[in-house]
């Protein structure tokens, strides 16, 4: 294939997806452009370009990205793919400011690059302005016969014109930067362009019945009512002082809220004897935090690495996954790819524990051999293999130091309490001790069965993505329970978060709800009520209620005039799943087929010259959120690390007429 002497291409989202399609566009060019050949970008975003709409530069320091400096790039390291032409991974951006800072750095970036080291955890807004200066690279080395266009508008629809070209409609705010394409129509509120790329990120998202109902109320009764949002969106100023907030999800975003609301409102947290100590502004509010578990998510261990280097898979392995291939299998997440993950973190759990608290294990010899032989995986499809791995931890380990690993994520899962003075107390030992295994790291047998989960949840997004699983356990078992399992034990906040919101706790800043939260409206008392069964008293009651969760990523459900015109003209469709019972569901993400991907329309043809990368591929593609990973980062990557720098290679590949790149392929 050969690249055509003229290309128009439009990338609809400018934040990290949309510009790792911009750069790999430029590197590919470079690589194998024809002279004379042309190629003009436009690129979309009402949000200025690199950052886009999440990572703006401007945003509280407070907000802190869940990766340290060493993990994200935006830039492909991998030598199979055309050379970059301009960019560098995050961690090298920020020794190269730290040596040599761009002129144009504010004083707040520069006094947070001056101390972030390699292992830290950056804000998002300085992740913001190493995405705002990529781009700027990119379009200040622009290779010969390219031009871009950059529109800070939102494209309201893109449909199919006569010969198979797109046509995109704007919205009135725009402006163009950048060079113009000579000879190309454009009337300033449409263009015409060869091919259209979704990248289309983080979008608004209608609210469920119940949340209707809690905006209305709100509206009725004169109360505040803060539905999910980006939370550098949120005006936080609107939450009173001194006065009770409801805040529901203990989630990523939950910490965020409290970040905003404590810190941000001029209060600190210093070190005393016994740890971390609140001091208030007197500017907080008296925050109730309420989730399903009643706890957030368990805080990450402190590692040199994006993984332990303590752990290594041993069952869930690349090998044993292409036998299911070989086979011809489709596996299924319960029955076949559960059981060898399930092993993993016991082996790693218990190994660990041999290592670092020998006394907790009898006949050390003898408990190796006899947990190896239990766990090897021979008819794992019985179930008798836990059978005779529970017996061999009966005979050997301490009934104190057993791993209940379902119950590492709800703690307080069978318990009541007899007041929420109680259950504060409760809430506050599982964050102290959370934070203590955090700080063992490599030494602490729970944080490593989850270190295990963590790395098999890198193989398991190659897996969905290349092989697939079925619909069935893609429903009840991926998303159904073990998403949300992955999530609290693997995903939660850095160390130090669990820390502050102990002290908080301490402090009297912030109480707890309790787990299985009942959520209501109070008419008499014109306040929101948040009650769970399982704590004796009143139910926590206050006028502002925040809901601490990201908008729904659903296609369906998004608010985004471009999505909501696509799918009403049958250009594409979300992906509809069968659950076992054979009734159909649909999914949060586009229907789409590889490679690259590209959108099926509602009568199932395939539309070409029409991609889709990022969040909308959450029906393929599983934990589309994380930032790409870079090569230098400690330990091995595995391939999901870098899957959207891939992505978007195929895409431009394509986009140019280029042949797949063989490093962008799936893994036989």
Same mark, same amino acid.
């Given at each position: 294939m050969v690249i055509s002497q003229s290309i128009r291409t439009a990338l609809i989202g400018a934040g990290p997806r949309g510009t790792s399609v911009l750069e790999r566009l430029l590197a590919n060019w470079s690589a194998a452009a024809p002279a004379g050949a042309r190629l003009h970008i436009d690129v979309i975003d009402p949000f200025p370009a690199g950052p886009g709409h999440v990572w703006q530069p401007g945003q509280s320091r407070l907000y802190l990205m869940n990766t340290q400096s060493f993990y994200p790039t935006l830039v492909p390291e991998d030598t199979g793919l055309a050379a970059p032409v301009a960019g560098t991974t995050f961690d090298r951006w920020r020794t190269a400011q730290q040596q040599n800072p761009l002129p144009g750095l504010s004083d707040e970036e520069r006094a947070e690059l001056a101390v972030l080291g390699s292992g830290d955890f950056p804000s998002r807004a300085i992740y913001g302005r190493y995405l705002r200066s990529t781009f700027e690279e990119l379009l200040a080395v622009l290779p010969d016969g390219v031009t871009v266009e950059v529109h800070r508008a939102t494209a309201t629809a893109a449909r199919r014109q006569p010969g198979g070209k797109f046509e995109i409609e704007l919205d009135a705010v725009q402006s163009g930067s950048g060079e113009p394409a000579a000879g190309m129509p454009d009337d300033g509120r449409r263009l015409t362009v060869d091919s259209v790329v979704l990248a289309l990120g983080h979008l608004a998202s209608r609210l469920s019945p119940e949340q209707r109902e809690l905006q209305s109320a709100a509206t009725q009764f004169g109360l505040r009512y803060l539905p999910p949002a980006v939370p550098a969106d949120v005006d936080w100023g609107v939450v009173?002082?001194? +006065? %009770?907030?409801?805040?529901?999800?203990?989630?990523?975003?939950?910490?965020?809220?409290?970040?905003?609301?404590?810190?941000?409102?001029?209060?600190?947290?210093?070190?005393?004897?016994?740890g971390l100590e609140y001091l208030s502004s007197g500017q907080e509010p008296f925050i109730f935090a309420a989730s399903r578990r009643g706890t957030p998510y368990r805080s990450k261990a402190n590692l040199a690495g994006y993984y332990p280097e303590s752990v290594t898979l041993r069952y869930f392995t690349a090998k044993a996954i292409r036998r299911f291939a070989a086979g011809g299998i489709v596996p299924a997440f319960d029955l076949d790819l559960w059981p060898l993950l399930h092993r993993d973190a016991l082996w790693t759990y218990y190994t660990t524990l041999l290592r670092s608290q020998p006394d907790a294990v009898t006949d050390h010899a003898a408990f190796l051999k006899e947990l190896e032989e239990a766990l090897h995986p021979h008819a794992h499809s019985t179930g008798r293999w836990e059978d005779d791995f529970n017996a061999v931890v009966g005979r050997h380990v301490h009934p104190g130091s057993r791993l209940d690993l379902r119950g590492l994520a709800a703690p307080l899962s069978g318990r009541s309490f007899a007041s929420r003075t109680e259950l504060d107390a409760a809430v506050v030992d599982y964050l102290d001790d959370d934070a203590r295994r955090s700080a063992l790291g490599e030494d602490d047998p729970v944080k490593m069965a989850i270190g295990a989960l963590h790395r098999g949840r890198a193989v398991l997004k190659t897996v969905v993505a290349d092989g697939g699983i079925t619909d069935e356990s893609w429903v009840a078992g991926l998303r159904g329970w073990f998403e949300s399992l992955v999530e609290g034990l693997a995903s939660g906040p850095p160390a130090l978060r669990a820390e502050q919101l102990a002290a908080l706790a301490r402090a009297?800043?912030?109480?707890?709800?309790?787990?299985?939260?009942?959520?209501?409206?109070?008419?008499?008392?014109?306040?929101?009520?948040?009650?769970?069964?399982?704590?004796?008293?009143?139910?926590?009651?206050?006028? *502002?209620?925040?809901?601490?969760?990201?908008?729904?990523?659903?296609?369906?459900?998004?608010?985004?005039?471009?999505?909501?015109?696509?799918?009403?003209?049958?250009?594409?469709?979300?992906?509809?799943?069968?659950?076992?019972?054979? *009734?159909?569901?649909?999914?949060?993400?586009?229907?789409?087929?590889?490679?690259?991907?590209?959108?099926?329309?509602?009568?199932? +043809?395939?539309?070409?010259?029409?991609?889709?990368?990022?969040?909308?591929?959450?029906? *393929?593609?599983?934990?589309?959120?994380?930032?790409?990973?870079?090569?230098?980062?400690?330990? %091995?990557?595995? %391939?999901?690390?870098?899957?959207?720098?891939?992505?978007?290679? +195929?895409?431009?590949?394509?986009?140019?007429?280029?042949t797949p790149n063989a490093s962008s392929l799936p893994a036989a």
């Amino acid at each position: 294939m050969v690249i055509s002497q003229s290309i128009r291409t439009a990338l609809i989202g400018a934040g990290p997806r949309g510009t790792s399609v911009l750069e790999r566009l430029l590197a590919n060019w470079s690589a194998a452009a024809p002279a004379g050949a042309r190629l003009h970008i436009d690129v979309i975003d009402p949000f200025p370009a690199g950052p886009g709409h999440v990572w703006q530069p401007g945003q509280s320091r407070l907000y802190l990205m869940n990766t340290q400096s060493f993990y994200p790039t935006l830039v492909p390291e991998d030598t199979g793919l055309a050379a970059p032409v301009a960019g560098t991974t995050f961690d090298r951006w920020r020794t190269a400011q730290q040596q040599n800072p761009l002129p144009g750095l504010s004083d707040e970036e520069r006094a947070e690059l001056a101390v972030l080291g390699s292992g830290d955890f950056p804000s998002r807004a300085i992740y913001g302005r190493y995405l705002r200066s990529t781009f700027e690279e990119l379009l200040a080395v622009l290779p010969d016969g390219v031009t871009v266009e950059v529109h800070r508008a939102t494209a309201t629809a893109a449909r199919r014109q006569p010969g198979g070209k797109f046509e995109i409609e704007l919205d009135a705010v725009q402006s163009g930067s950048g060079e113009p394409a000579a000879g190309m129509p454009d009337d300033g509120r449409r263009l015409t362009v060869d091919s259209v790329v979704l990248a289309l990120g983080h979008l608004a998202s209608r609210l469920s019945p119940e949340q209707r109902e809690l905006q209305s109320a709100a509206t009725q009764f004169g109360l505040r009512y803060l539905p999910p949002a980006v939370p550098a969106d949120v005006d936080w100023g609107v939450v009173p002082a001194q +006065e %009770p907030v409801l805040v529901r999800g203990m989630g990523l975003n939950f910490f965020d809220v409290m970040g905003q609301l404590t810190e941000g409102r001029g209060g600190k947290f210093v070190e005393s004897g016994d740890g971390l100590e609140y001091l208030s502004s007197g500017q907080e509010p008296f925050i109730f935090a309420a989730s399903r578990r009643g706890t957030p998510y368990r805080s990450k261990a402190n590692l040199a690495g994006y993984y332990p280097e303590s752990v290594t898979l041993r069952y869930f392995t690349a090998k044993a996954i292409r036998r299911f291939a070989a086979g011809g299998i489709v596996p299924a997440f319960d029955l076949d790819l559960w059981p060898l993950l399930h092993r993993d973190a016991l082996w790693t759990y218990y190994t660990t524990l041999l290592r670092s608290q020998p006394d907790a294990v009898t006949d050390h010899a003898a408990f190796l051999k006899e947990l190896e032989e239990a766990l090897h995986p021979h008819a794992h499809s019985t179930g008798r293999w836990e059978d005779d791995f529970n017996a061999v931890v009966g005979r050997h380990v301490h009934p104190g130091s057993r791993l209940d690993l379902r119950g590492l994520a709800a703690p307080l899962s069978g318990r009541s309490f007899a007041s929420r003075t109680e259950l504060d107390a409760a809430v506050v030992d599982y964050l102290d001790d959370d934070a203590r295994r955090s700080a063992l790291g490599e030494d602490d047998p729970v944080k490593m069965a989850i270190g295990a989960l963590h790395r098999g949840r890198a193989v398991l997004k190659t897996v969905v993505a290349d092989g697939g699983i079925t619909d069935e356990s893609w429903v009840a078992g991926l998303r159904g329970w073990f998403e949300s399992l992955v999530e609290g034990l693997a995903s939660g906040p850095p160390a130090l978060r669990a820390e502050q919101l102990a002290a908080l706790a301490r402090a009297g800043i912030v109480s707890f709800v309790g787990p299985d939260p009942k959520f209501g409206v109070d008419r008499g008392k014109r306040a929101f009520t948040a009650a769970s069964p399982w704590v004796r008293g009143d139910a926590a009651e206050a006028r *502002t209620l925040v809901e601490a969760l990201a908008p729904a990523n659903r296609v369906a459900l998004n608010e985004s005039p471009l999505l909501e015109q696509l799918l009403a003209d049958g250009i594409v469709r979300p992906r509809t799943m069968m659950t076992v019972e054979g *009734t159909p569901v649909q999914s949060s993400g586009l229907d789409v087929r590889p490679h690259p991907y590209r959108p099926v329309a509602a009568n199932g +043809e395939v539309n070409e010259r029409l991609y889709v990368l990022g969040l909308q591929l959450s029906a *393929t593609q599983w934990g589309t959120a994380i930032a790409a990973e870079a090569v230098q980062n400690v330990g %091995p990557v595995y %391939p999901s690390g870098q899957r959207t720098l891939r992505d978007a290679d +195929e895409i431009a590949r394509d986009i140019l007429g280029l042949t797949p790149n063989a490093s962008s392929l799936p893994a036989a």
